[in-house]
């Protein structure tokens, strides 16, 4: 879900998620994208929050709308995406140009501080390499999800915690506080703060849904049979919260929850939907017939989020 962040309107927060999902191919050029109440219902936001996201999108030609038909993402779509890639690498070339003026005042030469930077850089990227970095929520397909996003972008050692076994004190406290940072949801925040204490090492983020995934089991008939097919019954209930709060209600969900190949294809044949985590999804490929559908359903940070994971696992590397 899309929750307002501190200095960042919803609306931007939104233009950037369509933006993620253009650029990893998700919405491909020229594909039909949400209209702008599927996506209000799914986000948990007003439509009018959607509609200032899409109408900057059109403006800037990300998007195009055909009358009676939709909103598409525009064949030129790859353009705009260029376009953004090199602002964003003007702004950086100013903050390198800004530092090195400030750097040749103080005495230093060019060459001597690109060899400081290129020196520092390497040590940053060590240090990070050392830290702890424990992941707690309360499923565990969604912590591996939020893991494989984060170590796209840095190296480090991770914990993955279960949100309900840190409170039963299966997992102790004390695991936390030996980490060097704590990243958890916006919903779980005040649970890891109340068994934490007071620390600055809880960083807490945004998460969205698959959202393609969702209106897919929208548009299912109603009494539909759906098999979800997952390591944890957390992950169904976590499904079906978001399912509830987008008023898809409609569905009978059923729970696969085995590591036996055998006894999966033998209870999946029974339904020509499958929903399923995403380790889970090798093996049901394996296992389905031509007939049967698989949906994939996943949570996963925001791009605004994960920036801002990765600023402070810099500040950590000290």
């Known amino acids: 879900m899309i929750v ?68 598409f993402v525009k064949s030129a779509s790859d353009d705009a995406g260029t376009e953004l890639a090199s602002s964003r690498r003007g702004r950086l070339m100013k903050i390198v140009d800004d530092a090195m003026a400030k750097v040749v005042e103080l005495g230093f030469t060019v060459d001597q501080f690109a060899a400081i930077a290129s020196i520092r850089a390497k040590e940053k990227t060590q240090t990070i390499k050392e830290l702890r970095v424990a992941i707690v929520d309360c499923t565990l397909e969604h912590i591996q999800r939020f893991i494989s996003q984060i170590g796209q972008n840095a190296n480090v050692h991770f914990e993955a915690v279960i949100l309900a076994e840190l409170v039963a004190g299966t997992v102790p406290v004390g695991l936390l506080q030996a980490c060097d940072v704590i990243v958890t949801t916006l919903e779980h925040q005040a649970v890891v703060m109340s068994l934490m204490g007071n620390t600055n090492k809880v960083i807490a983020v945004a998460t969205v849904p698959n959202l393609e995934a969702v209106i897919k089991l929208a548009r299912l008939p109603v009494g539909a049979q759906v098999a979800i097919v997952a390591r944890t019954k957390e992950f169904m209930d976590r499904l079906k919260v978001l399912l509830e709060k987008a008023a898809i209600n409609h569905l009978d969900l059923i729970l696969i929850q085995s590591d036996d190949p055998k006894t999966i294809r033998q209870l999946a044949a029974e339904y020509r939907v499958l929903i399923v985590s995403e380790e889970r999804e090798r093996l049901i490929n394996q296992v389905i017939t031509d007939n049967q559908e698989v949906i994939t359903f996943y949570y996963e940070i925001d791009r605004g989020s994960l920036n801002q994971v990765m600023m402070k696992l810099v500040s950590q590397a000290l």
């Open 4 to 71: 307002q962040r501190v200095g960042i309107p919803i609306y931007l927060q939104v233009k950037d998620f369509i933006l993620d999902k253009i650029k990893c191919g998700e919405y491909q050029s020229g594909t039909k994208i949400p209209t702008e109440r599927e996506l209000s219902t799914i986000l948990g936001i007003s439509r009018n929050t959607v509609s200032a996201a899409y109408k900057e999108l059109l403006l800037e030609g990300v998007l195009e709308a055909w009358q009676g038909k939709g909103t």
